[in-house]
C-alpha cells in the first residue's frame, strides 16, 4: 500500500448545482427545500444518487447533518457539520475537496434550506439581539450592540481612517440590485438609486434598508466529486483550483484592526494553492450581509489596495458587464438570503462558469466565457472566512 505522502491527490470538480424554490416560500418546511434542492443538484450532475458517500449540512435539526440525512434517505460514510456562519459552506466545501481528494469519499453532497422569512411572518421565530450571553461574548452583550451594529462600527472607522464614504457604500447595493435585474429568482428587481439607499429607514448608522441584505426563504445545493465521475456527468465540469479558510475573533475587543477581515488570510491561501492571481478572476461571487462586507472583502482579496474600495467600486466595476462582476445573481443585497447564504455564492460562481447565466451571463472580450472564479464565505462579525477558486473545465 502507498504511503500517504506517495498516493496521488484526485482532482475534484462541482458536477452539480441548485436552487430550491426560493424568495416567498410559505408552504414548504426547511427540510422540504433541503429535499427539493438536493434532487435538483442531483439531476444537474446526472449522477445516480448511489454515488453519494458523503454529505454536509448545518443550521437545521438537533444533530445535524444526521437528521438531515436522514430526511433525504442518506446513509453516508463521511460527513461534516460544521458551523461558522456565513463562512460555513466555503469552509465545508473545502473540507469536502480536501477529503475527496485524499480518497475519503467520493461525491460529496453539501446542501442548505431555510424559511427565515416565512417563519418570522408566522410568528414562529423571532428576532433576536444576540448570539449568546455565555462565555467571551458575555462581555459584549450587557451593552446591547446587535450583529448589524457591529458591522456598522467597522464601517465607520473605515470611513473615519480611509475617507470612504456612504455614497460609495450605497454604490454596492445600487450594482447588486442591477445584476438582479437580469435574474429571474430574484427577490428583488427594480433598480435602485443611490439617493434610494441613502434615504431609506436608518437600521444601524451609517447603515440604511437598503445597505443590509433581504431576509428570504429558500435553499440549494452543490454536489462534488472525484475526476473519475466527471466522464458521466451531463455537464462540464468546474474544478476546484484552491481554497483557504480563517478565524480571528469573537469579541469586538479582540479585533485587532476594524477594517481588515479574516479574507486577507484565507484569499491569500486560496490564491496560492490554485497558483492564480486576483487579476486572474473573471467573477466574483462575495458574501454581502452589508454593503460594507463586500468593499473589505475586495480589498482584503487583493482587489485594489487597503483603503481603496470605495474607489474601487464606485465607478460600475461591480456589475454583470463590468471590470469585476460581483454578485452576478443580485446578492444577499438583492436576489435571496435566507440566512447562511455561502452556499448560494457556490451555485453562482459554477452557473457563471458554465455559460448558464442566462440574460446575466458575464462575458469576457470576443464572448467567451469566463474561466475563473472566486467565491468568499464571511461569518459572525467578520470572525471567519472562506474563500474558494473555482476553473472551468
Known sequence: MSSPST??????????????DTGRVDDATPYALHAQAARRALADSGLDR??????????????????????????PTWVDSTAVGGATWEVMAAHAADAIAAGHANAVLLVYGSTARADIK??????????????????EVPYGHTLISKYAMA?????HQFGTTVEQLAEIAVQARANAATNPDAMFRDPITVDDVLSGPMIADPFTKLHCCIRSDGGCAVLLAAEEYVPDT???????????MSVSHTTMSEWEDFTVSPAAVSGRLAFERAGVRP???????????????TLVTLEDLGFCAKGEGGAFVS???LLRDGELPVNTD?????????GMRGLFLLVEAVRQLRGEGGAGQVRKPGGRLPEVGVVSGTGGWFCSSGTMVLGRG
Open 279 to 293: 487579476s486572474d478572476v473573471d467573477v466574483a461571487e462575495i458574501y454581502d450581509a452589508f454593503t460594507y462586507m
Open 234 to 244: 451531463a455537464k462540464s465540469p468546474v474544478w476546484v483550483l484552491g481554497s483557504g
Open 155 to 159: 464601517a465607520r472607522r473605515h470611513m
Open 7 to 20: 498516493t496521488p491527490r484526485r482532482k475534484v470538480a462541482v458536477v452539480g448545482v441548485a436552487l430550491s
Open 50 to 75: 448511489e454515488v453519494i458517500d458523503g454529505f454536509g449540512s448545518a443550521g437545521l435539526g438537533t444533530l445535524a447533518p444526521v437528521e438531515v440525512a436522514e430526511y433525504l434517505g442518506l446513509r
Open 122 to 139: 408566522a410568528g414562529r421565530r423571532t428576532s433576536n439581539l444576540s448570539f449568546g450571553a455565555r462565555g467571551p461574548l458575555q462581555f
Open 315 to 317: 465607478k460600475g466595476r
Open 330 to 338: 443580485g446578492g444577499g443585497l438583492s436576489a435571496c438570503h435566507p
